[in-house]
């Protein structure tokens, strides 16, 4: 249940309406609440508030209805705006980061706002037709405020939208959500000497297949109720996908051991703990956010924009969520219960992994350009002077040495192809200075 209670916030998170739905029934609360508080409270026997009284209720009248209309036209050109951002950001860095704009909750409460102010004063209207023998004075004077606060939203509103487009702040917010991702999925610190195996102790006889019978990426698994049901069950069970991958109708999903000839039982509460959807989710997918920044490179260095300083800028947000995940222990991925009994194996977070799916693409598609090569050799040197793992600096020094290699096959300048193996040599450099920096186990 709390995997999908996560699942649809994070729903609620990257819906553009949830915070205007609130505001919009807090504005029709808010509305029938002061009509009613108006019926019972007379400003003019109030000393000090006279001068919010309302004599003409034709007056009062023509000032709600032109805050409605003038907010109304405000929330239009409002979300006109926003739609005209989003169409150039999408075709600029990719359409992953529609999904950032969407849920920014400034652009969110700002449409709100102006929505709620048009609601609102459309009821105070309705509520003077009703009881015209008063006027709500104390309701159109909120009405006022309204407006005013939505004078100064409409300016920070304008402010906020031109700022956010920048590439550096999409790729500092994006990096910046990289790295809350990972004090989330590795909460503690790397302190341990000693390395696990990467190859999970599995029973050697034959398994029994659960085939996945939808298809989708895999946006949530509820570990949790795997381990209850490989518990009840006395089965193990390996998960063959994980969080962002995408399943196939028919693709085998998870093996169990020992064999059963009858699963039926097991079949519909094990499918029933995956959680397919149309796009991906970064609720349990710490690869989310790569691929955003990765995106964005990807584009920068396409031969259409050639802007080698944005892929620069997202191989400084990649190099810094390795670096965190460099000091972070990395989970267990074989779940086993207190009798020590295997119950669940699932896809293991490694270093190498995020390492490749952070620069792998970028690699592949920078060779042809020496600043960039550069620039990531130069992150892999700082790389290397913060690994700890003997197994993050195999790979790291694999994936320095493969963009040396896809690099110098290039045509390249000599100076320019110098330059690279000296960035190269500086990685191998700091990888002698971090060792003798480490402790030796004794």
């Not at 029994?208 to 069950?233: C, K, P």
Request: net charge negative.
């Amino acid at each position: 249940m709390r995997t999908w209670l996560i699942h649809f916030w994070e729903y609620l998170r990257n819906s553009y309406w949830l915070i205007p739905v609130i505001m919009l029934f807090t504005a029709i609360a808010l509305s029938y609440s002061l009509l009613e508080a108006d019926a019972h409270i007379d400003l003019t026997m109030v000393r000090g508030l006279g001068w919010l009284v309302f004599t003409s209720s034709d007056g009062a009248r023509a000032v709600l209805s032109t805050i409605a209309a003038s907010t109304f036209a405000a929330a239009t050109l409002t979300f006109s705006v926003t739609m005209v951002t989003l169409s150039l950001t999408s075709s600029q860095f990719g359409p992953r980061l529609l999904r950032n704009f969407l849920r920014d909750p400034v652009n969110q409460f700002v449409f709100g706002a102006f929505i709620a102010t048009f609601v609102y004063c459309l009821l105070i209207m309705r509520g003077m037709g009703v009881a015209d023998s008063r006027i709500p004075s104390i309701s159109i004077s909120l009405a006022l405020v309204f407006v005013l606060t939505d004078s100064i939203l409409f300016i920070g509103f304008i402010h906020h939208l031109t700022s956010s487009i920048r590439v550096e702040r999409i790729a500092f917010e994006i990096g910046q959500e990289f790295i809350e991702a990972i004090h989330r999925f590795l909460p503690e610190p790397y302190t341990e000497d000693e390395e696990s195996s990467y190859a999970p102790s599995l029973p050697k006889d034959t398994a029994t297949v659960i085939r996945s019978e939808a298809f989708g990426y895999v946006q949530a698994i509820n570990h949790s109720a795997l381990i209850s049901l490989a518990e009840n069950e006395n089965i193990t069970i390996e998960l063959l996908f994980k969080p962002g991958h995408y399943v196939q109708p028919g693709a085998p999903i998870a093996n169990i051991w020992p064999y059963v000839h009858l699963k039926d039982h097991i079949e519909g509460p094990l499918r029933a703990c995956f959680l397919l959807g149309k796009q991906p989710s970064g609720e349990q997918d710490l690869e989310f956010t790569v691929r955003q920044l990765v995106q964005i490179a990807a584009r920068a260095l396409s031969p259409g924009i050639n802007d080698p300083f944005t892929a620069m800028t997202c191989i400084d947000y990649l190099a810094t969520g390795l670096a965190v995940i460099a000091t972070r222990q990395l989970p267990e991925f074989q779940i086993r219960n207190e009798a020590g009994r295997l119950l669940l194996v699932k896809n293991r977070i490694s270093f190498q992994s995020l390492l490749e799916a952070c620069f792998n693409g970028i690699r592949q598609m920078c060779a042809n350009n020496p600043p960039v090569v550069i620039y990531l050799l130069e992150a892999f040197a700082q790389l290397a002077s913060i690994t700890q793992r003997n197994a993050d600096r195999e790979a790291l020094a694999l994936n320095a040495k493969l963009t040396l290699d896809s690099t110098i096959g290039q045509n390249l300048l000599e100076h320019d192809a110098q330059a690279i193996k000296q960035r190269f040599e500086r990685v191998q450099q700091a990888f002698a200075l971090s060792e003798e920096a480490l402790p030796t186990k004794s």
